[in-house]
Nanobody
Framework: QVQLVESGGGLVQPGGSLRLSCAASGSRFSVMGWYRQPLGKQRELVATITTTGNTNYADSVKGRFTISRDNAKNTVYLQMNSLKPEDTAVYYC?????????WGKGTLVTVSS
């Protein structure tokens, strides 16, 4: 059974940093990533990473966020720096293999002074 468990969300001031983690179990995934959903808005891509380390970022987070993964631990990370109030959202872990995609339950990130 596939499980994705996120951690690391919380309240941070503008300009601050947070690191999200997502531990996966039940499969080895070819691609893992992060999406976010601001309150009242649609879910959007943040970043993805393949097993070989190829990454893709939303324009809004390029240069501020870094995605990485530890294949041995089946875990993906999102280092978020220079956070802005508009980064406030529920962040969801996503993982895919053979065309099947799975979601975590999400972790709330609030950027506010």
């Amino acid at each position: 059974q596939v499980q994705l468990v996120e951690s690391g969300g919380g309240l941070v001031q503008p300009g601050g940093s947070l690191r999200l983690s997502c531990a996966a179990s039940g499969s080895r995934f070819s691609v893992m990533g992060w999406y976010r959903q601001p309150l009242g808005k649609q879910r959007e891509l943040v970043a993805t990473i393949t097993t070989t380390g190829n990454t893709n970022y939303a324009d809004s987070v390029k240069g501020r966020f870094t995605i990485s993964r530890d294949n041995a631990k089946n875990t993906v990370y999102l280092q978020m720096n220079s956070l802005k109030p508009e980064d406030t959202a529920v962040y969801y872990c996503n993982a895919g293999i053979y065309g099947m995609y799975y979601w975590g339950k999400g972790t709330l990130v609030t950027v506010s002074s």
